[in-house]
């Protein structure tokens, strides 16, 4: 059984720029679910997708925008890249809503 | 009032002792409960599911009270290896409002 996975591992963008981070969900999963996590704090849930559709959001604007594709693997775009942004991105993917999540190793964001 | 209230430690425990967390949380519907390991820079790992009846897995025994909307974590005969963040995680509602997470608890076993 292949576990979530997240690329890149590292990332360094400037204030402004945009940024694409992708996680491949476990198999056998159809629900992926992001997370921001600054340092010192637990993860704040950013968004949730199910069957290609969001549907659930947590308190990020709207500059934070998502896509799950049909083998169930994700994308999280962030546009207008603030200083606050740098964090640790979290996928993490589960056979439904109400199930346990499962979280791939991160993205680690650096905004200069 | 914070949704999930963690004591932040760090605990200092002597190996083979045995040591406690709780939480408490805010919203009175939530649906479910876990306990995630978090090691130093590393993602959150799914510890245990924590039920109404309480569950042991092991060391560790996980109960769950909901009248007082809290949820507590016992590590029995601490290893070296249980040094981590513990992080107390509730699913508020159906699931699509994410999974709300404490802080984090830091315990450091000593040899």
């Known amino acids: 059984e292949t576990g979530v996975t997240q690329s890149p591992t590292h990332l360094i963008k400037t204030r402004g720029q945009q940024v694409t981070l992708r996680c491949s969900s476990q198999?056998?999963?159809?629900?992926v679910s992001w997370y921001q996590q600054a340092l010192g704090q637990g993860p704040q849930f950013i968004f949730q997708?199910?069957?290609?559709?969001?549907?659930g959001r947590g308190n990020f604007p709207p500059r934070f925008s998502g896509l799950q594709f049909p083998n169930y693997s994700s994308e999280l775009n962030v546009n207008a890249l603030e200083l606050d942004d740098s964090a640790l991105y979290l996928c993490a993917s589960s056979s439904g809503s109400r199930y346990e999540q499962f979280f791939g190793p991160g993205t680690r964001l650096t905004v200069l | 009032r914070k949704e999930v209230e963690q004591d932040p430690g760090p605990f200092n425990v002597p190996e083979g002792a045995t040591v406690a967390f709780n939480c408490t949380y805010s919203n009175s519907a939530s649906q479910s409960f876990f306990w995630y390991r978090q090691d130093c820079r590393k993602e959150p790992k799914l510890l245990m599911s924590v039920y109404s009846s309480g569950n042991e897995d092991g060391r560790f025994t996980a109960q769950l009270n909901r009248a007082s909307q809290y949820i507590s974590l016992l590590i029995r005969d601490s290893k070296l290896s249980d040094s981590a963040t513990y992080l107390c995680?509730?699913?508020?509602?159906?699931?699509?409002?994410?999974?709300?997470f404490g802080k984090g608890t830091h315990l450091i076993i000593q040899p």
């Open positions: 995680v509730v699913n508020p509602g159906g699931g699509a409002d994410g999974l709300t």
């Open positions: 198999s056998g999963h159809n629900t």
């Open positions: 997708y199910y069957r290609e559709e969001e549907n």
